[in-house]
Nanobody, 124 residues
Framework: QVQLVESGGGLVQAGGSLRLSCAASGRTFRTNAMGWFRQAPGKEREFVAAISWSGDTTRYRDSVKGRFTISRDNAKNTVYLRMNSLKPEDTAVYYC?????????????????WGQGTQVTVSS
């Protein structure tokens, strides 16, 4: 079973930046699409970004386009989420997720393994 460990969350002022990392165990990482989701208090988990196995294809929710960038390093079994121009509404627990196949998807049911999450808090 794969293990996903997120890091890089924290408290930042509006307009600031953070980079989240997700380290994956296992030997299949380079064949898996990966995704980032988030869940704010009292809200359902929502899709943020996804990247294909090769990194050639990415997908974002509309509210983060132009501000967030997903990337991956298959040699390090790690996927990243660079978040710029952060807003208070980006405050949430951010989760990394693995998809068994290599193509991107924007819904949680497409992913079979999840990390524990990392808190991102953006103050106004």
């Amino acid at each position: 079973q794969v293990q996903l460990v997120e890091s890089g969350g924290g408290l930042v002022q509006a307009g600031g930046s953070l980079r989240l990392s997700c380290a994956a165990s296992g030997r299949t990482f380079r064949t898996n699409a990966m995704g980032w989701f988030r869940q704010a208090p009292g809200k359902e988990r929502e899709f943020v970004a996804a990247i294909s196995w090769s990194g050639d294809t990415t997908r974002y929710r509309d509210s983060v386009k132009g501000r967030f960038t997903i990337s991956r390093d298959n040699a390090k079994n790690t996927v990243y989420l660079r978040m710029n121009s952060l807003k208070p509404e980006d405050t949430a627990v951010y989760y990394c997720a693995r998809r068994l196949i290599g193509t991107v998807a924007g819904y949680s049911a497409a992913y079979d393994s999840w990390g524990q999450g990392t808190q991102v808090t953006v103050s106004s």
